[in-house]
């Protein structure tokens, strides 16, 4: 079975990175859990970070069969219940000024939103991003994450400045000197700046940093988007995850997990002082106000809330840390965890397997995870995502730690 419907996909879908061919085959799917066509086991660490509530959520699931019932579609000149709902409740969670928000069917759409909104806001058009991020794949949003693409794809927008993320060697300082440059340099001046504020492979940005960076576009007229398509709801401990870096920006997107796991959708909140044309096709989606997608999305928001999935999550980050650290003192092939809430990265000792950290070693760790069933991907040359849902149970979590410790085992030393 396996083998057909793999081999299937392949002679189906474009083979792309990342995806087709495929691993296996699922069957089933439900809180931490996936089943594959073979009966096969894994505890899902990745979920495309989609999976904040699990996988299946009953509750979502009930939603969305009496959804389907009563109001599956609104065409886009029409309104209804959860997409105004929906709207009313993440406006709920803003820090800043009066907001207002779009919906669109997946994040790379929003973020281009949310670059249009830059433009016709500041009449510019440059942005400033940083190197090696990620904000989707259409050719706006995509450019913001690489200043060299893979040439057979040709020319991507114009205006596009890259500068060293925090991450790398002397990162922050770097990235505030060649931010400062890229504003100095710019002519027409640069229409927004553009970053997750912790990265979607769980590096945390030092202690102000964001908040220079806020400084800095104040003084030139410049808007802060944060891409919080990995990491906002609640999965870093905060509901935003800029609320963990000392800056609010002008405008945040989300996505992923705000389909509950089941279905496509992503928003973007901005500040209201931005919805300055009214004339322009800013995000006009045939399912930008799907009733189906935004009930989907305030039920997802409602188990958040009604479980207190937020706090769960910041008090887990802590419980994790304490057991990843008690591991690393017994098994030399694990060196610690980075991340906040529960989006998680565990760091490994690549010569623990007799291995230098690169791709190789990676595919190593993930192979090996999910050998252990594991299902996870890597997030660096020596890092793995250990990003559970919010609503992992305490059994689950130590069953999660004895896998773990199985691919620990498997070090040559």
Not at 87 to 111: C, I, N
Not at 266 to 284: C, F, K, M, T
């Amino acid at each position: 079975m396996k083998d057909n419907l793999v081999s299937r996909d392949a002679a189906a879908f474009f083979h792309q990175k990342g995806s087709s061919p495929c691993l296996s085959a699922l069957r089933a799917a439900e809180g931490i859990w996936l089943e594959d066509v073979e009966g096969r086991r894994f505890i899902d660490l990745h979920g495309n970070t989609a999976h904040h509530i699990g996988h299946r959520h009953p509750v979502v699931i009930a939603a969305l069969k009496r959804q389907l019932d009563t109001l599956p579609f609104s065409p886009r000149r029409f309104t209804n219940e959860p997409a105004v709902a929906l709207a009313e409740k993440l406006l709920a969670y803003w820090p800043g000024a009066r907001a207002k928000v779009l919906f669109t069917t997946g994040g790379s759409d929003a973020v281009e939103v949310a670059l249009k909104l830059a433009r016709v806001a500041t009449g510019r058009h440059e942005t400033i991003s940083l190197e090696g991020s990620y904000h989707g794949h259409g050719f706006g949003a995509f450019g913001l994450s690489k200043a060299s693409a893979d040439p057979r794809l040709g020319p991507f927008l114009q205006g596009r400045r890259h500068v060293t993320p925090y991450w790398a060697p002397d990162g922050a300082q770097r990235m505030l000197a060649e931010m400062r440059e890229a504003f100095a340099q710019s002519q027409s001046g640069i229409a927004a700046v553009v970053a997750e504020p912790i990265r979607s492979n769980c590096h945390v940005p030092p202690d102000g940093l964001w908040a220079e960076v806020r400084d800095l576009c104040n003084r030139h007229d410049t808007l802060l988007i944060f891409d919080e398509i990995p990491s906002g709801l609640g999965k870093t401990g905060r509901f935003f995850a800029f609320e963990h870096v000392g800056a609010v920006p002008d405008a945040v997107v989300l996505g992923k997990a705000l389909g509950a796991g089941v279905l496509p959708i992503a928003a973007i909140i901005a500040d209201a002082r931005l919805d300055v044309a009214p004339e322009l096709d800013l995000g006009h989606y045939t399912h930008e106000k799907n009733p189906l997608t935004t009930r989907a999305a305030l039920t997802a928001i409602e188990i958040i809330e009604r479980d207190g999935l937020v706090q769960r999550a910041a008090e887990l980050e802590q419980r994790i840390r304490s057991r990843i650290a008690a591991l690393a003192g017994e098994a030399s092939a694990i060196v610690g965890v980075r991340g906040r809430g529960l989006l998680l990265a565990i760091e490994f000792d690549p010569a623990a397997f007799g291995m230098e950290p690169g791709p190789k070693f990676a595919g190593r760790l993930v192979s090996t995870c999910f050998e252990a069933g594991l299902s996870t991907t890597s997030k660096g040359p020596d890092s793995i995502g250990f990003s559970l849902p919010m609503t992992v149970t305490d059994a689950e979590l130590d069953l999660c730690f004895a896998r773990l410790e199985k691919v620990a085992g498997a070090a040559t030393t």
